[in-house]
């Protein structure tokens, strides 16, 4: 997942902190935020919209970061990190849908369903990040969540890492993102319109995932 700051300046801890979000569409002011890190060790912030209660996620320091630690980021290698619970959801995406990637593994994350964000910016920019074309998580993951728009139709890792869990016989469910038509590979996976209803989607995403 590109983990870049999109607020990079300090921020006054008492100012309101807004972020987009998907489910209503539009910026809104976080309720109960929090400062946290970013798996890269990154700083953002996470919290709830005040209008439909999702999870909001957004990219920046701000000044309660300064109070804090920052961890080191989680290295990719097979033998440099924890192996991933067997049943974590891999959630593949085009680097220009980020947001809407993380919120869903937030919302994932709330609801007790592990999951892995890829570095898409840095699998696009450096395929050596990926070893013979298959990323450790990859092989870890037990099912995937690709998110589909006309960015990730065009996006090499994105397709290296569906036609990976395709060949493997893995689940794949698909997220509608963005208008677009699934490659013929798998059309036939399941597929949730989160452009129309985040919440309906979001939640039969769920089911086809716990099946």
Not at 24 to 36: D, G, L, P, R, S
Not at 110 to 124: N, P, R, T, V
Request: aromatic residues 8%.
């Amino acid at each position: 997942m590109n983990q870049d700051e999109y607020y990079s300046d300090e921020e006054d801890e008492d100012e309101p902190l807004e972020a987009y979000c998907v489910r209503c569409k539009q910026t809104v002011e976080v309720e109960n935020a929090k400062a946290v890190w970013t798996r890269r060790g990154m700083p953002a912030t996470r919290g709830d919209c005040p209008d439909c209660g999702g999870t909001v996620f957004r990219m920046g320091r701000t000044a309660a970061h300064s109070k804090m630690n920052r961890p080191a980021a989680v290295q990719v290698a097979a033998n440099s990190r924890a192996k991933l619970p067997q049943d974590t959801a891999y959630i593949n995406f085009a680097v220009q849908d980020e947001i809407v990637a993380v919120q869903i593994a937030a919302d994932l994350e709330k609801i007790g369903i592990a999951s892995w964000l890829h570095d898409a910016e840095a699998a696009e920019a450096d395929s050596t990040q990926w070893a013979g074309g298959v990323h450790p998580a990859l092989s870890e993951c037990a099912r995937m969540v690709f998110l589909l728009s006309p960015s990730a139709l065009i996006s090499e890792s994105a397709e290296t890492a569906w036609r990976f869990f395709k060949e493997k016989r893995k689940p794949i469910v698909i997220a509608l993102v963005e208008t677009a038509e699934p490659p013929d590979a798998i059309r036939r996976s399941p597929r949730f319109d989160f452009i129309s209803d985040y919440k309906l989607a979001f939640r039969q995403m769920v089911q086809a995932l716990s099946q």
